[in-house]
């Protein structure tokens, strides 16, 4: 396409929407630039809509994203409020809620959204945590000393557990799954994370599932499978997202637990896509990957709007990934894929820091990490070179030497 005379739309108000826009004009884009949002809201930061917001202490505001405020100073011309609906790729065209925007190229970057509990639609003090809303909500109810049940034994759940424990607040947290985390970090790791629960006074229950929340108009408890019932004022619902693709099921576009796209995030013709609804071929691992994490969405929207300004110039997206999450003032970092079950390389895994390592052959490809927050991007950096299983060891001896975990009184 020709950058000086086109109009790019980018559907998405959130981090990988934002980035994608303001990487079109430091690219010298100068033509039409339109973003779309569901939400009425600038995009604004998430993570912290689970963290700092929740915390008693300090003060709730909106959590800004640089450069979001002054988007009219790059006249970008956004759409906020309604959804898209409908898109045709053939003929180049948008529908957002009764209208219809035609666009010469377009970048899917929608997002995902927390999946619901079935039977509590309508029902007062149960929640879900995605948007500033969510959060203010959350944090209101725990403002009035709400007893927590948390659905889902997750990053999300694990969060907004800790924030209740921050407060002193009863907190029971309901996994259906044996150990919380196995998909995210593996069996051993899942069993040494879910420990913390324990730790801070928090009540984790696995291996059983919600039967009912029972309440009228407003939650008051939630009954499980083991016949057991939680009184409650506040359920949080953290049992999973999925990707934002239901407006598109009409579209000429392949939709399957995301927008799939090849490696360099071409969706279609003239469609590329970005973010938690991107389903891409990695490159790196060879295999298909969708993740649902800040640095993600920041880096593949910034190189999805390149490579939909210059196709015929288009760059494979090699991205390690990486999350972190903060539970009862222990920071959690995971670079790379969780494949199979990872071995401590610093500290144990009852320590209060320590780092695992996950291999495939003899070939690193992710690391764990607890309160080491030196060590994951040297490990990041090894992953992206595809470094071998001796030269993580040989790393980790080096750490080690430099900076040893204590070891923990017997």
Partial sequence: MRP???????????????????????????SRLTLVGAENHLPYDRPPLSKDMLHAEKEPSTPALPGAAELHELEVECLLGEPATA???????LTVGDNELSYDALLVATGARPRQLPGTEGLGGVHCLRTLEDSLALREA???????????????GAEVASAARRRDLPVT??????????????????????????????????????????????????????????????????????????????????????VITDASLRAGDQVWAAGDVARWH??????????????????????????????????????VPYFWSEWYAQWIQMAGIPEGEPEVVTGSWDAEAFVALYRQGDRLVGALAMNRRGDIMKYRSLI????????????????NERSPVPSVPA
């Fill in 4 to 30: 000086d005379s086109e109009h790019v739309v980018v559907v998405g108000a959130s981090l990988a929407g934002l980035r994608a826009v303001q990487t079109a004009r430091k690219l010298g884009f100068r």
């Fill in 142 to 156: 725990l403002d009035r000393g709400a007893r927590t049940v948390v659905i889902g034994a997750g990053f999300i």
């Fill in 173 to 258: 947290i309901v996994e259906a799954m044996p150990i919380p985390l196995t998909r995210a970090v593996g069996e051993t790791a899942g069993h040494a994370l879910s420990a913390l629960h324990a730790r801070h006074g928090a009540d984790l229950r696995c291996g059983v599932a919600v039967e009912e929340v029972v309440g009228t108009h407003k939650v008051e408890a939630v009954r499980l499978s083991d016949g057991t019932t939680i009184p409650a004022d506040l359920v949080v619902v953290g049992i999973g997202a999925e990707p934002v693709t239901d407006w598109l099921e009409s579209s000429a576009l392949s939709v399957d637990n995301g």
């Fill in 282 to 319: 990695s490159s790196l691992f060879d295999r298909t990957l969708r993740l649902e994490h800040w640095t993600n969405a920041g880096e593949q929207g910034a190189q999805a709007m390149q490579n939909l300004l210059a196709p015929d110039e288009a760059t494979t997206y090699d991205h």
């Fill in 87 to 93: 898109l045709d790729v053939e003929a180049r065209r």
């Fill in 384 to 399: 992206a070179r595809r470094a071998t299983w001796q030269d993580a060891l040989d790393l980790a001896a080096k750490r």
